[in-house]
């Protein structure tokens, strides 16, 4: 790192430390912990995801900035309470890597990319167990933080690991028409008795159980669940605010419409873009 980049950092951490102060700081970072910081934390990464998604470098680089500064954020609280500092965080994860990458850093082979990950997992399953950890699954190590669909396929991952997996997509795609039957029947028990928690419970289960087989599905079709969800949304998005502006210029508004007249808008603005195509 150039001077420059030294210097940068010992900004960020002498701001960050400012912002932090009793005497004169900022009321809003003082009465912050890391409870109420979390949520800014993982919109943050999601910004980032985002400026990737739609090529923006400009933003990027400013999203990168205020992801680095949750790490800034999360490490001063700790250092106030004498748990730890920036400098270790940034410690801990150099010899991370190194420890992570002996065909890099040491005389390790590796034969390719495959290899590496499994080499990359049983370097973790080793640090586990240094922590004292004896959870002895190959489910071992998936996260309860991060998001669940992220969650679900590393799940479907470690247990394809051990042979547990569907042998393609096909299958997959069967499993699907089955879950969406049973999400139709307890739509349908649900409908029967609004007032019954079982049912309710009992839907909200089949749904899940629909979501999982769904992220399997694009886990057999190398397709990224959460790029395919974010296309999507913004799909939707991008139809909607069309529908928007096509009801405003003939003088009216979708709330002030029936649903047909909205489908039939909808309908128009999927007609346009594929006449663009």
Not at 46 to 57: H, L, N, S
Request: glycine fraction near 8%.
């Amino acid at each position: 790192m150039s001077s420059r980049g030294h210097r940068d950092i010992r900004r960020l951490l002498d701001i960050m430390a400012r912002l932090r102060d009793p005497e004169g700081g900022c009321p809003w970072d003082l009465e912050q912990d890391f409870a109420s910081i979390a949520p800014f934390t993982i919109e943050e990464a999601y910004e980032v995801a985002d400026a990737i998604d739609r090529g923006d470098m400009d933003g990027l680089r400013e999203e990168l900035g205020d992801l680095l500064l949750q790490v800034v954020f999360h490490s001063r609280m700790a250092e106030e309470a004498g748990h730890f500092a920036f400098h270790d965080v940034v410690a801990a994860i150099c010899d991370k890597m190194v420890s992570r990458h002996p065909h890099v850093f040491g005389d390790a082979d590796v034969e390719d990319a495959a290899a590496q990950t499994r080499q990359w997992e049983e370097h973790k399953r080793r640090e586990r167990e240094a922590r004292g950890e004896r959870d002895a699954s190959a489910l071992a190590g998936v996260s309860r933080g991060m998001p669940e669909w992220l969650r679900a396929v590393k799940l479907q991952d470690r247990a394809a690991r051990t042979g547990f997996d569907w042998p393609g997509p096909e299958p997959v795609i069967d499993k699907l028409c089955e879950e969406i039957g049973e999400v139709r029947a307890e739509l349908d028990a649900v409908d029967a008795d609004p007032g019954d928690p079982a049912a309710r419970g009992r839907l909200e289960e089949e749904i899940g159980d629909l979501l999982f087989v769904t992220a399997n599905l694009a886990r057999h079709a190398r397709v990224d669940v959460g790029s395919a969800l974010r296309r999507a949304n913004l799909k939707f998005e991008r139809r909607f605010r069309a529908m928007e502006a096509l009801a405003a210029a003939e003088g009216t508004s979708l709330p002030a419409l029936p649903l047909e007249a909205q489908e039939a808008y909808w309908a128009r603005v999927k007609r346009e873009e594929g006449r663009r195509r």
